[in-house]
């Protein structure tokens, strides 16, 4: 398969967190079916596949987890002060009303245990493993023409006790998505000021860390 690398490198640097965009309408079935199938063919710790996809639509449910999200957002804009205060408050944190479907990607870590192939001496990898299948996730949804927003303004034990997950496994993130208006040509932290992205140069270092 020949691949236009010119495309690919279009999806990676126009991949945004969208919080503000959302149509509201539905994402496509079939879309939704390529987007999680770009996002299970991550690769794992010794194959074993440690995530699950959990589709949200219902109201209540989206309803619930946003007033979570806003309570969390007080509690992190009482630690600022001044001028941060002042931007941060400036700044939208998610979409979770506006994107009509949520995607809860959680972690497994008994999954293919106790000898997972590759884990024995790091055993962080398994989250690893998710986050790359958020990643896939997040580059096919680009890809489709879909804004992914992941909100991460959350307690993982409310987010359990919300969805019913089971106590021994992690909601490792919230991802809001669906169809959009415009993507932003620059991330929102950085068009807000809340910080600059630094040069890649800046974070090359050559057989040692010094």
């Known amino acids: 398969m020949l691949?236009?690398?010119?495309?690919?490198?279009?999806?990676?640097?126009?991949?945004?967190?969208?919080?503000?965009?959302?149509?509201?309408?539905e994402v496509p079935e079939d879309a939704l079916r390529r987007v999680l199938a770009a996002a299970h063919a991550a690769p794992s710790v010794g194959l074993s596949q440690p995530w699950d996809f959990i589709l949200v639509r219902d109201p209540g449910t989206r309803k619930a987890f946003a007033e979570h999200v806003e309570g969390e957002r007080r509690v992190f804009a009482a630690s600022l002060e001044g001028e941060r205060a002042a931007l941060f408050e400036r700044i939208k944190?998610?979409?979770?009303?506006?994107?009509?479907?949520?995607?809860?990607?959680?972690?497994?870590?008994?999954?293919?245990?106790p000898a997972v192939l590759g884990r024995h001496a790091i055993d962080d990898a398994g989250l690893y493993s998710v986050?790359?299948?958020?990643?896939?996730?997040?580059?096919?949804?680009?890809?489709?023409?879909?804004?992914?927003?992941?909100?991460?303004?959350?307690?993982?034990?409310?987010?359990?006790?919300?969805?019913?997950?089971?106590?021994?496994?992690?909601?490792v993130a919230w991802l809001c998505l669906g169809p959009v208006t415009h993507v932003e040509r620059t991330?929102?932290?950085?068009?807000?000021?809340?910080?600059?992205?630094?040069?890649?140069?800046?974070?090359?270092?050559?057989?040692?860390w010094s």
């Open 3 to 25: 691949l236009d690398m010119r495309d690919f490198y279009d999806v990676v640097f126009g991949r945004r967190d969208v919080r503000g965009q959302f149509t509201g309408e």
């Open 93 to 113: 944190i998610e979409g979770v009303r506006e994107s009509t479907l949520s995607v809860v990607v959680t972690y497994d870590a008994g999954r293919g245990a």
């Open 131 to 171: 986050c790359l299948a958020v990643q896939n996730l997040w580059l096919a949804a680009t890809a489709e023409g879909l804004g992914v927003g992941w909100v991460s303004f959350y307690r993982e034990e409310f987010v359990r006790d919300l969805l019913g997950i089971p106590a021994d496994v992690r909601p």
């Open 187 to 208: 991330p929102d932290l950085e068009r807000h000021g809340w910080r600059r992205r630094s040069a890649v140069e800046d974070h090359i270092r050559l057989e040692r």
